[in-house]
């Protein structure tokens, strides 16, 4: 397989307007995002997203260097994450990024929650934790930080 899977996350979820994608091999991270924005328009919100957001290529940081630097290998998983950030709702958090809400959880990056956490990043849950990078389960047994180490 030489495609690459593309993963959104939060807000970039939301501006995509799917939770992920296919993309022909590229052989670094600037030349998959400019894929990335050609196929959403180079004008378009996701584009306006993807200049806040980091990227983790096989759940590895690519750290402070710049997208040109960072080498994608045939067949990775590239995650785009938007800035997190903390607070509290009792309503849907679709566009949330953190803190703590008895609603749904679905696009959230982070927070405490009861209800699903497929798409979460961080945060502590009685829910489901497949896609968690963080936190702890309900079950009060830390889960391990995904993609959170760096090169």
Do not use: Q
Request: glycine fraction near 14%; charge should be negative; include cysteine.
């Amino acid at each position: 397989m030489n495609d690459v899977l593309v993963r959104y996350w939060a807000a970039a979820k939301s501006a995509a307007g799917l939770p992920e994608e296919t993309f022909a091999h590229e052989p670094d991270l600037a030349a998959l995002l400019d894929a990335v924005r050609a196929r959403h328009g180079e004008d378009g919100r996701l584009a306006e997203v993807l200049a806040r957001c980091s990227y983790l290529v096989d759940e590895v940081s690519p750290g402070r260097r710049a997208p040109a630097e960072v080498a994608v290998p045939e067949g990775a998983v590239v995650d785009v994450l938007p800035p997190f950030a903390g607070g509290s709702s009792a309503g849907d958090n679709e566009h949330s990024a953190g803190g703590s809400s008895a609603g749904d959880k679905e696009h959230s990056a982070g927070g405490s929650s009861a209800g699903d956490k497929e798409h979460s990043a961080a945060g502590s849950s009685a829910g489901d934790k497949e896609h968690s990078a963080g936190g702890s389960s309900g079950a009060g047994i830390p889960t391990r930080p995904v993609g959170f180490r760096s090169t």
